[in-house]
T-cell receptor
Framework: GESVGLHLPTLSVQEGDNSIINCAYSNSASDYFIWYKQESGKGPQFIIDIRSNMDKRQGQRVTVLLNKTVKHLSLQIAATQPGDSAVYFCAEKSGGSNYKLTFGKGTLLTVNP | DTGVSQNPRHKITKRGQNVTFRCDPISEHNRLYWYRQTLGQGPEFLTYFQNEAQLEKSRLLSDRFSAERPKGSFSTLEIQRTEQGDSAMYLC??????????????FGSGTQLSVL
């Protein structure tokens, strides 16, 4: 079946550097994408979302880029901090579903002080 | 704290036993979801309620699983005759209908089930 996946399982960066986490999706009907952050022992926490009619959206220190041509999504974190260390998941909704999220496998981000 | 609350946080049980988990959603949210997450994987959709009505069940939800939301507020997820393969984190999420397809889900911290 169609699914959402991630290119890299782990990413290690130095504090203060920018981080880029990538995600590939295969469902061309996907129309809404979300990035979640999950810290150890906690549930996923919403970071930022983007609709398929956009190619970029910015939040506080985070930017999501969407390339529908190659079905690729990325999360950029500026000036990465130790508190950003977590597993990051991309998730998608498709086909008009307004409730079912399909998650990728996740990328573990480690920020070194 | 008015977030999604799940109890217990951890449950250890022996194979064959029944377990029940509880989820209290954000009070004004009328939609409630159960997801399952295994180590290193993203959460997988199990089932969804709008108010007290269970509107969809994933094929992952075998006959041994049952979820209820009797009064449209809290929900319970019961697993009968647990198997080792049921070991996972069970996540509950809630949302408020009316947000369209950009409706945001808020997750609880989950119940970690270990079946010995």
């Amino acid at each position: 079946g169609e699914s959402v996946g991630l290119h890299l399982p782990t990413l290690s960066v130095q504090e203060g550097d920018n981080s880029i986490i990538n995600c590939a999706y295969s469902n061309s009907a996907s129309d809404y994408f979300i990035w979640y952050k999950q810290e150890s022992g906690k549930g996923p926490q919403f970071i930022i979302d983007i609709r398929s009619n956009m190619d970029k959206r910015q939040g506080q220190r985070v930017t999501v880029l969407l390339n529908k041509t190659v079905k690729h999504l990325s999360l950029q974190i500026a000036a990465t901090q130790p508190g950003d260390s977590a597993v990051y998941f991309c998730a998608e909704k498709s086909g008009g579903s307004n409730y079912k999220l399909t998650f990728g496998k996740g990328t573990l981000l480690t920020v070194n002080p | 704290d008015t977030g999604v609350s799940q109890n217990p946080r951890h449950k250890i049980t022996k194979r064959g036993q029944n377990v029940t988990f509880r989820c209290d959603p954000i009070s004004e949210h009328n939609r409630l979801y159960w997801y399952r997450q295994t180590l290193g994987q993203g959460p997988e959709f199990l089932t969804y309620f709008q108010n007290e009505a269970q509107l969809e069940k994933s094929r992952l939800l075998s006959d041994r699983f049952s979820a209820e939301r009797p009064k449209g507020s809290f929900s319970t997820l019961e697993i009968q005759r647990t198997e080792q393969g049921d070991s996972a984190m069970y996540l509950c999420a809630s949302s408020q209908a009316g947000g369209g397809f950009t409706e945001k889900l808020f997750f609880g911290s989950g119940t970690q089930l270990s079946v010995l």
